[in-house]
């Protein structure tokens, strides 16, 4: 297949270009995004290559029927950024990546957690200062601190395993109980008590309309005083104002995001040298207990090489008028 590839970046390029020739397909790279102004790129493609934040809307996806594309190749988990049922009306099939590696977004959650925890992107500044100091670096013990994972899919269950390696006490929520779960010895509870009794709450859920803003002011006000916060899943999980003022008024105990509600005008790009008019994630960056990083839980190599294997062979199935097992359709949604 011809695959008009968007929003390339250097990590893309390589590790697909190093799966490419055990496939039948050419891929042509652009580094600009696909909205309407770019779409006509992807004119005599087959198939356009997106990531998460090719806002995918029913006037891109009328403009690229109009030009014969075939099928979105989503090579990202999340599918939340495509309107599956203009995908639907206009008969062009998409795909994504459901798991590609767990345990590199699940790592790096645990990354946010312990850097806020023992403030070691604080102590690395201190000490390449010559400051030794070890004023006001105190942290916790992970050992038997109650952690709540919302969502216990392929992400939330490899964080629970390494938990109960740092022996947590893991408890967790998720409308679809997974028996491998409970075989850990992880109790399933309501929403409501894990917001209550959880010392850590973490994200790994999708966002759906159910579950966009489940944090918010309500719900932040049922968790314990001095929570730690951490989402990796998806940005629009968290009302980032009410999250602010549970920062200001000490509810929030400190906040680790790999993921922000306005991340598309953000994120993946370098902005030094440019005004940010975004005055939330500004406000957030203020706080010494926030830390935030680009998007970043997937970007290992193990990750990158299972993202372009399975992107590349949903599109062969697809080709070969195969069933494509990681399709995703409207009304499974
Ligand atoms: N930061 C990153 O780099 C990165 C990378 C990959 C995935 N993600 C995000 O992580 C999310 C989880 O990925 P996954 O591979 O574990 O997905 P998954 O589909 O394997 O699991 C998601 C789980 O969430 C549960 N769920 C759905 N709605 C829920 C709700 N309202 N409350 C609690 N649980 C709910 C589902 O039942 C399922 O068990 C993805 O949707 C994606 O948004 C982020």
């Known amino acids: 297949m011809k695959i008009a590839f968007y929003s390339t970046k250097s990590y893309d390029r390589e590790y697909f270009e190093e799966y490419l020739p055990k496939t039948a397909h050419k891929i042509t790279y652009f580094k600009n995004g696909l909205e309407l102004n770019t779409v006509s790129l992807a004119a005599g493609f087959d198939a356009v290559c997106v990531f998460v934040n090719d806002k995918i809307t029913k006037a891109l996806i009328k403009k690229l029927h109009e030009i014969g594309i075939k099928a979105i190749a989503l090579r990202c988990a999340g599918f939340n950024n495509v309107d599956l049922e203009a995908a639907k009306e206009f008969g062009i099939r998409v795909f994504r990546v459901p798991a590609y590696s767990p345990e590199a977004v699940a790592e790096h959650t645990i990354a946010l957690i312990q850097t806020l925890n023992r403030k070691t992107h604080k102590a690395y500044n201190r000490v390449r200062e010559n400051n030794f100091s070890i004023e006001g670096l105190t942290g916790m013990n992970l050992h038997r601190k109650k952690v709540g994972v919302i969502g216990t899919g392929a992400i939330g269950k490899a964080l629970c395993r390494i938990l109960l390696g740092f022996g947590c006490e893991v408890i967790a929520h998720d409308p679809f109980e997974n028996p491998e779960i409970r075989a850990m010895g992880i109790r399933y509870v309501d929403l409501q008590e894990l917001l209550k009794e959880s010392d850590i709450i973490s994200l790994h859920c999708p ?71 975004d005055d939330v994630i500004m406000r957030l960056m203020t706080f010494p207990n926030v830390l935030i990083t680009g998007h970043q839980a997937f970007l290992t190599t193990e990750a990158l090489q299972e993202i372009s294997k399975i992107t590349l062979d949903n599109l062969s199935d697809f080709e070969l008028g195969k069933e494509v097992k990681n399709e995703v359709e409207f009304q499974n949604v």
């Open 207 to 277: 966002l759906t309309p159910e579950s966009k803003h489940l944090i918010n002011q309500k719900t932040i006000g049922l968790m314990k005083k001095g929570v730690k916060l951490i989402n990796t899943s998806r940005g629009a999980l968290i009302d980032t104002k009410a999250v602010i003022k549970g920062l200001k008024n000490g509810q929030i105990g400190f906040l680790g995001i790999d993921v922000y509600e306005q991340e598309e005008k953000l994120f993946f790009k370098d902005l030094s040298e440019m005004v940010i008019h």
